[in-house]
């Protein structure tokens, strides 16, 4: 994300969920939500580890967990959903309370 637009990144990762919708419904709402959630804020640390901290005032493991663990939580939520909403719609949620934040972009 950060050698990238965030929005569009944002909006790729949704639509990319959403056309596997089955997959990540099983892998973020099932079971296994809680292996998958700690393996990917691991991978999230190790990226971060290669990059300077995008905020000053917030610790940058902080950073990774809380946008690691919400935007899985997000993504939980929408995919939990019985009328799902559009992916760009969620996009633009995800984007606006976890993503602009931590990447000090304009949520909007």
């Known amino acids: 994300m950060a050698d990238a637009d965030s929005r569009e990144s944002t909006r790729a990762?949704?639509?990319?969920?959403?056309?596997?919708?089955?997959?990540?419904?099983?892998?973020?709402?099932?079971?296994?939500?809680?292996?998958?959630?700690?393996?990917?804020?691991?991978?999230?640390?190790?990226?971060?580890?290669?990059?300077?901290?995008?905020?000053?005032?917030?610790p940058a493991d902080l950073g990774v967990v809380y946008g690691t663990g919400g935007t899985f939580d997000v993504l939980a939520w929408w995919l939990s959903q019985d009328r799902p909403m559009p992916s760009d719609d969620i996009a633009a949620i995800l984007h606006r309370l976890i993503i602009a934040p931590l990447m000090q972009d304009t949520p909007d």
Do not use: N, Y
Not at 30 to 52: D, N, P
């Open 13 to 58: 990762l949704c639509a990319h969920v959403a056309s596997h919708r089955k997959l990540w419904s099983a892998l973020l709402t099932g079971g296994a939500a809680g292996i998958v959630r700690t393996e990917f804020i691991r991978q999230a640390r190790r990226l971060a580890e290669m990059q300077s901290p995008h905020q000053d005032w917030l």
